[in-house]
T-cell receptor
Framework: QKEVEQDPGPLSVPEGAIVSLNCTYSNSAFQYFMWYRQYSRKGPELLMYTYSSGNKEDGRFTAQVDKSSKYISLFIRDSQPSDSATYLCAMIDPNQAGTALIFGKGTTLSVSS | DSGVTQTPKHLITATGQRVTLRCSPRSGDLSVYWYQQSLDQGLQFLIQYYNGEERAKGNILERFSAQQFPDLHSELNLSSLELGDSALYFC?????????????FGPGTRLLVL
């Protein structure tokens, strides 16, 4: 079982739709949950960062963490064609040396106009 | 623009050769990370340096090595290259301020081994 599981998609939605992206993880010790957006062949761009269970909102983006279920989500409201990218979840194992990120494989999102 | 710079952007070389990838972290960041991204493996952590010292190692091959210099820039050396080393190599940095866990990625170096 991989440490972080993420449905690779592709996920195709029309412009204006609400998008839900999800990751599950196996290690209950994981903390510091992040979402990155990666356009094709570019560097990942940090979108959201959360530490504890609950919701965090930033503009059209909401990150949700449920530590009891080991499940994190990213919601995108009013999706735009410019949101078309690969979305990567990442987290840190506080019991490991250092602060390396453990990534899911990413979900590819396509928003059509 | 994340503030992390990487050179070169592209690198084409032959099997058996050695290459050096360079990274400059964001101003004030003390940690530098190297990641490899291939189509089948996703983003894999290679190694972390903090203020010049190695802090953690991930799935880094013995043919690969890295270092962080006093000015905090870092270099990743890849030797005896194989076809399977073709990938995107990203550098990230963190370490300034309150949320020192958050990492900012550079644009990457695309390595093609022929």
């Amino acid at each position: 079982q991989k440490e972080v599981e993420q449905d690779p998609g592709p996920l195709s939605v029309p412009e204006g739709a609400i998008v839900s992206l999800n990751c599950t993880y196996s290690n209950s010790a994981f903390q510091y949950f992040m979402w990155y957006r990666q356009y094709s062949r570019k560097g990942p761009e940090l979108l959201m960062y959360t530490y504890s269970s609950g919701n965090k909102e930033d503009g059209r983006f909401t990150a949700q963490v449920d530590k009891s279920s080991k499940y994190i989500s990213l919601f995108i409201r009013d999706s735009q064609p410019s949101d078309s990218a690969t979305y990567l979840c990442a987290m840190i194992d506080p019991n490991q040396a250092g602060t390396a990120l453990i990534f899911g494989k990413g979900t590819t999102l396509s928003v059509s106009s | 623009d994340s503030g992390v710079t990487q050179t070169p952007k592209h690198l084409i070389t032959a099997t058996g050769q050695r290459v050096t990838l360079r990274c400059s972290p964001r101003s004030g960041d003390l940690s530098v990370y190297w990641y490899q991204q291939s189509l089948d493996q996703g983003l894999q952590f290679l190694i972390q340096y903090y203020n010049g010292e190695e802090r953690a190692k991930g799935n880094i091959l013995e043919r690969f090595s890295a270092q962080q210099f006093p000015d905090l820039h870092s270099e990743l050396n890849l030797s005896s290259l194989e076809l399977g080393d073709s990938a995107l190599y990203f550098c990230a940095s963190s370490g300034g301020g309150r949320h020192s866990e958050t990492q900012y990625f550079g644009p990457g170096t695309r390595l093609l081994v022929l």
